[in-house]
């Protein structure tokens, strides 16, 4: 997945090309990205000494599985953000 490119410069010098997520990817990165600042705001609200519920700590405690998938594990390693196309506000479709 990784490749190289040479400049075209006399120097040739080298320059990585940085691989990126695949739109599929993107959406599971994004609903990711979602549920870890979703387990932030609940872990706030434990530190503030609030209880939660069951599914709320449940929830909590799946954070490390999260934040160990591939998809997450790609975006620590560098790989590029996707664009997305945007969704058709065209209801007549």
Same mark, same amino acid.
């Not at 979602?34 to 872990?43: D, G, H, Q, S, Y």
């Given at each position: 997945q990784w490749s190289t490119q040479w400049s075209t410069k %006399?120097? &040739? =010098?080298? &320059?990585? $090309?940085v691989p990126a997520l695949t739109e599929d990817e993107e959406r599971k990165a994004r609903k990711m990205k &979602? &549920?870890? $600042? *979703?387990?932030? %705001?609940? *872990?706030d609200r434990l530190a =503030? +000494? @609030?209880s939660l519920d069951v599914l709320q700590q449940k929830k909590v405690e799946s954070k490390a599985e999260f934040e160990d998938c591939e998809i997450m594990r790609k975006l $620590? @390693? +560098?790989y590029r953000r996707c664009e997305l196309p945007a969704k058709s506000l065209?209801? =007549?479709k």
């Open positions: %006399a120097s &040739k =010098t080298w &320059k990585p $090309r &979602k &549920k870890l $600042r *979703e387990i932030a %705001a609940l *872990e =503030t +000494g @609030e $620590r @390693e +560098g065209d209801v =007549t």
